[in-house]
C-alpha cells in the first residue's frame, strides 16, 4: 500500500465493474495506482463511485495473478509454464487438428462483457474469420440477451433509450428487477435523489431490497410479487391501463403499428388479464395492481428501469417486449424523464453485445444472414463468412455432450462458475479436447483448460467500455500489462498462428475498423473520445455529438411495434419435496463471481454468500440466523449459512453467487428463455434444512 500523497501524475479511465460506467482518476506513483479518484467530470458519475471502483481495484496486482502462458496435454496434468509462443502454437495447432478431424462447426469463441469493445470486436473476427463459423457468444447470454432480443423487436434498437441523468427529470420511476442500491450503486443513489426531490416511486420485487423502504426514501407502491410472475404483473398493469382509459392515443396513432397496438389492446383488455385475475398468480393485491398503472400512465414523466429480475427467467424476453409496450401505450418513450432503461450488470455487457458477440448478429446488430452486411464485412476483413448462426453457450455445452464441438477459446468469462447447472458445464468442458482460458487468474473454467493465456486488468490496457446507457468511455492504460501483452494483443497473436492476419499496432486502430463497419459508431475514435470525454452512441453524420436520448422523433425501426405477452408459467414448480423458491442476486461489496472483489478488501464486508430465508419458513424448519442450512434442488445441492430476513417473502428464499465454494449454480434450474436461452437463476423449486456445520 502507497501511503496517501505520493501521487506523481494521474489518468483518467472508466471502472471495470458495473455498467454505470463511472470515471475514474487514477493517481499513480510511478506504474503503481495510489489511489482511484472519482472524477468530477464523469459524464456518468458526476465525481461519485461506490466501494467497488474507489477501493477494489487491488486484484489487479494480487498475488494469484498468472503472468506466465502455460499448457498441459490433459487436464489432470500439472501447468507447465512456457513462452507465449510455445502457448499460442499449441493453441492453434489443437484447434486446427481439431477443425480438420470434427470438421469447422467444431470450435468456438467466446468473449466477455469484462472485455473492452476492441477485444471484443476482436474474438468474434477471431472465430469468424480465422474458425470460419459463427460459433462465438458472450456472457450477456446469461444475463441481458432477452433486453437485445426483446427492445429490437419492439422499439428497433437493442439498447436503453436514456441517460441516467434523465432520471432527474422523472416524476415516476418504476423499478422492476433491479436491486439500484447493490448492483449499481452510483445510479441508485441518483434515483434515490430524485425520489427525495418527489418523484413517485413503484418497485415490482420479490423482496424489499432497499428501494422499498430505507432511511430518506419509501416507494409509493411495492409490488412483491411471486418469482417468475412478472409477465402477469406488467400485463395487469397494462390491462387496467387500456380498460380505463389511460392510454396515450396521440402517441400511438403517430408513432406506432395501428395493427399490433389494436391487437395488443385487445389482448390485454380481456379479464384474463385483469389484476383481479392475475392475484392470485402474481401475489399482488389487485387494488395496488390498480393504483400503480394508474400511477404510471397519468404520473408526468414515467421511466422504467428493470435489472436481471427481469431478463434471468423463461420469459425474459416477454417481459421486456411487456415492458416495451407500457412505455409506448403511455408515451413515454422519446423525451428526457422516460423511457425503458435496461440496467446493464456488467461494465461492458452493452458493448460486448454492440461488438457482434451473439452467433446471429455481426456489429452492429446486423443477421449474419444478411449478404449486404456479410458482404461489407467479407470486403473490409478480405474473407469469405459463413451466414449460418453459430451456437450459443448452452448449444456449445449440448453439442460437447454430444461429441461434435471440441475446442473453445474462452476469454474473460469464467462459465464454470457463473452459468447454471454446473455439472452440466462441468461435464461439457471435461468432453472437450482443448479448452483455451485467457484471464487474470486460474479460473474455475481454468480446471478444465489446456492451455492457460494470462490476461490484462483494466489498468493495463487501453480501450473502450459502453455502459448501460450507450456511453462510450476510454480506458487508459495506466501500468504495463503485468503478462506483457493487453488481450487484444493475445487474441492478435492466436489469429496470425491459426493463419489470419491481424496487424492492429493499438487498441484505437481496432477502434477505427469498428467505426468504418459499424454506422452507429462512425464518429467514434480515441481522439475524439480525448477531446470530449465520452460519447454515446448512436454517434455518426446524424448525431456527430452522440445521442442521450433514442427514439425522439421516430423510434429506430419506424413504427413502434406492440407484440402480444401471454403469460406462460415456468415450468420450475414447487412441489412437496422443493416447497420453496430460490432466487439470486448480488450484494454490494462483491462482484459477481467474485474473481475480482474476493481477492481485495472488500471480503471484509462480504467474505460468504448466505441463504436469506423468512421467519415463518426458518421457524417450521427449527432455523435460528447464524444456523448452517442446506439447500436441495432438482440439480443438486449446497450449503450455506442462513440469514434470517424480514425482507423475504413467506416461500422465497434468496442468496448470492460470488464466492464458488457455494456453489450457488450447483443448485440453479436449467430452464431458460424461450427466444435467447437466457438461464432462469430467478426461479429454482428447492428444499432448506438445517444441517451441521460442514
Ligand atoms: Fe464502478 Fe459501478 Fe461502482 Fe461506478 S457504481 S464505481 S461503475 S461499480
Redesign the pocket.
Given at each position: 500500500v502507497v501511503e496517501k500523497g505520493q501521487a506523481d501524475h494521474s489518468i483518467i479511465t472508466t471502472?471495470?465493474?458495473?455498467?454505470?460506467?463511472?470515471s475514474?482518476k487514477a493517481e499513480m506513483k510511478g506504474s503503481e495506482v495510489v489511489r482511484m479518484v472519482?472524477d468530477k467530470n464523469g459524464q456518468?458519475?458526476h465525481g461519485?463511485?461506490?466501494?467497488?471502483?474507489?477501493f477494489a481495484f487491488g486484484y489487479a496486482t494480487h498475488p494469484d495473478r498468472i503472468t506466465s502462458p502455460m499448457i498441459r496435454k490433459s487436464i489432470h496434468d500439472p501447468w507447465q509454464k512456457v513462452s507465449w509462443e510455445e502457448a499460442i502454437n499449441y493453441a492453434a495447432s489443437e484447434f486446427k487438428r481439431i477443425q480438420a478431424k470434427y470438421g469447422k462447426d467444431s470450435v468456438g469463441g467466446l468473449t466477455s462483457s469484462r472485455c473492452t469493445n476492441e477485444e471484443a470486436y476482436l474474438v468474434q473476427k477471431l472465430v469468424r474469420a480465422a474458425f470460419g463459423n459463427n460459433n462465438v457468444d458472450t456472457c450477456a447470454r446469461v444475463c441481458h440477451s432477452p433486453t437485445g432480443y426483446g427492445l429490437k423487436q419492439t422499439l428497433g434498437e437493442s439498447a436503453g433509450t436514456q441517460t441516467f441523468d434523465s432520471v432527474m427529470k422523472s416524476d415516476v420511476i418504476m423499478v422492476i428487477g433491479a436491486n439500484p442500491t447493490d448492483g449499481?450503486?452510483?445510479?441508485g443513489s441518483l434515483m434515490k435523489k430524485r425520489v427525495r426531490q418527489g418523484a413517485r416511486l413503484i418497485v415490482v420485487d420479490p423482496r424489499d431490497i432497499d428501494m422499498v423502504r430505507s432511511p430518506h426514501i419509501e416507494a409509493d407502491y411495492h409490488l412483491k410479487l411471486k418469482p417468475g410472475t412478472n409477465v402477469a404483473v406488467v400485463n395487469a398493469l397494462a390491462h387496467v391501463i387500456v380498460r380505463e382509459g389511460l392510454v396515450d392515443e396521440a402517441f400511438v396513432n403517430a408513432r406506432c403499428e395501428a395493427e399490433s397496438f389494436s391487437k395488443w389492446k385487445d389482448f390485454v383488455a380481456q379479464e384474463r388479464n385483469s389484476p383481479e385475475a392475475m392475484e392470485s398468480v402474481t401475489g399482488v393485491p389487485a387494488q395496488t395492481l390498480r393504483e400503480a398503472a394508474r400511477l404510471y400512465a397519468t404520473g408526468g414523466n414515467a421511466a422504467i428501469y428493470y435489472g436481471l429480475g427481469v431478463t434471468e427467467h423463461s420469459q425474459g424476453s416477454t417481459t421486456v417486449i411487456a415492458i416495451a409496450n407500457l412505455a409506448m401505450a403511455t408515451g413515454n418513450v422519446g423525451r428526457e424523464g422516460v423511457g425503458v432503461n435496461p440496467l446493464r450488470g456488467q461494465?461492458n455487457v452493452q458493448g460486448s453485445c454492440d461488438m457482434g458477440s451473439f452467433p446471429h448478429e455481426l456489429p452492429g446488430y446486423r443477421h449474419v444472414s444478411d449478404s449486404t452486411v456479410r458482404a461489407q464485412f467479407e470486403a473490409a476483413w478480405n474473407t469469405r463468412l459463413d451466414p449460418e448462426p453459430g451456437l450459443r453457450i448452452p448449444n456449445m455445452f449440448a453439442a460437447a455432450l454430444e461429441g461434435s464441438f471440441k475446442g473453445l477459446y474462452c476469454e474473460g468469462e469464467d462459465i464454470a462458475q457463473s452459468d447454471p447447472d454446473t455439472q452440466h458445464v462441468f461435464a461439457a468442458l471435461e468432453a472437450m479436447e482443448c479448452v483455451v482460458v485467457q484471464d487474470l487468474f486460474l479460473n474455475e473454467t481454468a480446471k478444465f483448460a489446456h492451455v492457460f493465456l494470462p490476461g490484462a486488468s483494466f489498468l493495463e490496457k487501453s480501450g473502450t467500455f459502453t455502459n448501460a446507457e450507450r456511453r462510450i468511455s476510454p480506458v487508459r492504460r495506466v501500468m504495463p500489462p503485468l503478462a506483457g501483452y493487453e488481450d487484444w494483443q493475445v487474441t492478435q497473436m492466436l489469429a496470425n498462428a491459426l493463419g489470419y492476419p491481424m496487424n492492429y499496432s493499438h487498441a484505437s486502430e481496432i477502434l477505427d475498423e469498428i467505426a468504418s463497419l459499424v454506422p452507429t459508431f462512425s464518429k467514434v475514435s480515441f481522439k475524439r473520445l480525448d477531446e470530449v470525454g465520452s460519447l454515446q452512441w448512436p454517434c455518426n453524420e446524424e448525431a456527430p455529438n452522440g445521442t442521450p436520448t433514442m427514439h425522439v422523433d421516430h423510434f429506430v425501426r419506424g413504427k413502434g411495434r406492440f407484440m402480444l405477452t401471454e403469460y406462460v408459467p415456468t415450468e420450475e414448480r414447487t412441489s412437496s419435496k422443493f416447497p420453496l423458491i430460490l432466487t439470486t442476486g448480488r450484494i454490494l461489496s462483491q462482484?459477481n463471481v467474485g474473481a475480482q472483489t474476493r481477492r481485495t478488501a472488500n471480503t471484509a464486508w462480504h467474505s460468504e454468500d448466505r441463504l436469506e430465508i423468512h421467519p415463518h419458513d426458518a421457524e417450521n424448519r427449527g432455523i435460528k440466523d447464524g444456523d448452517w442450512v442446506g439447500i436441495k434442488s432438482r440439480q443438486g445441492e449446497t450449503v450455506l449459512r442462513a440469514v434470517v430476513s424480514e425482507r423475504m417473502q413467506p416461500g422465497v428464499v434468496y442468496t448470492t453467487f460470488h464466492f464458488p465454494e457455494s456453489g450457488a449454480n450447483v443448485i440453479t434450474t436449467d430452464n431458460s428463455d424461450w427466444a435467447t436461452n437466457c438461464p432462469e437463476y430467478k426461479v429454482t423449486a428447492v428444499q432448506v434444512t438445517k444441517v451441521n456445520a460442514p
Open positions: 471502472c471495470a465493474y458495473c455498467g454505470v460506467g463511472c475514474f472519482p456518468a458519475n461519485h463511485s461506490c466501494v467497488k471502483g474507489r449499481h450503486p452510483v445510479f461494465n462482484y
